[in-house]
């Protein structure tokens, strides 16, 4: 995974901060569906109730794809939070939209695509956020089976956990977010959301999230 710009991730992660999609309390720790127990909670689906913000994401999201998969003919939006920016960024480029479901419907047709991907058509996954990388790798893999040629992801933000990395790099799968983690708590410091001392436990619980407040 690769940042495409600072400046970007920088504005991202303020514009993420200041609509409160993301939540940093280091007291009271948030629950994970995981599980997990969390300092940090992320919902961009937030971003959508926010003009500014969500064009902003949206014209970024485009950058990235135009720059690093100008081929492509066809966005595939990662249910949930993946839809609505893949759809808007599809349709401004003027290429075909579908989304990727968690799991087949449950009744009707079961799709677990919703859309057509035509064998060898060129795909861009939309991710709203990265976690462990697991549901946007099943969603890779839902396309591959239709006979997609996905060419790479991008996302809105990213963990940036190990296991992430390894498990897209395994797979060969090109990730471009606009901001990641520390560009977040960079950011979240200079707008003194936390302290300098904060950051040890927030960088601890990134490296060990399934460990941390244990």
Same mark, same amino acid.
């Given at each position: 995974? $690769?940042?495409? $710009? $600072?400046? @970007? ?23 994970? +569906? ?7 909670? !992320? ?27 100008? !081929? ?30 968690? &799991?087949?419907?449950?009744?009707? *047709? ?34 591959? &089976? ?17 296991? +992430? ?5 395994? +797979?060969? @799968?090109?990730?471009?977010? *606009? ?13 003194? *959301?936390? $302290?300098?001392?904060?950051? +040890? !436990?927030? &960088? ?11």
């Amino acid at each position: 995974m $690769q940042i495409f $710009q $600072q400046q @970007v991730a920088n504005t991202v992660a303020a514009y993420l901060l200041d609509c409160q999609a993301v939540k940093i309390n280091l007291k009271e720790p948030y629950i994970w +569906a995981s599980g997990w127990k969390s300092p940090i909670y !992320t919902d961009n689906r937030v971003t959508l109730s926010y003009p500014q913000v969500r064009t902003y994401i949206k014209n970024q999201l485009i950058s990235l794809i135009v720059n690093n998969f100008p !081929t492509v003919e066809c966005i595939a939006g990662v249910a949930t939070g993946g839809i609505p920016q893949g759809a808007l960024t599809a349709d401004e480029i003027g290429v075909a939209f579908v989304y990727v479901r968690a &799991e087949p419907k449950g009744h009707g *047709l079961k799709n677990l695509i919703e859309g057509h991907v035509s064998p060898g058509q060129k795909v861009v996954v939309v991710e709203d956020l990265i976690s462990t990388g697991k549901s946007s790798l099943r969603a890779v893999n839902a396309l591959l &089976e239709e006979g997609a040629d996905v060419l790479g992801m991008v996302s809105v933000f990213t963990y940036g956990f190990p296991e +992430a990395w390894a498990s897209f790099e395994k +797979a060969g @799968v090109k990730c471009f977010p *606009l901001t990641d983690y520390l560009s977040l708590i960079s950011t979240a410091l200079a707008k003194g *959301l936390i $302290q300098e001392k904060d950051i +040890a !436990t927030l &960088e601890q619980w990134r490296k060990d999230p399934a460990s941390w407040g244990k």
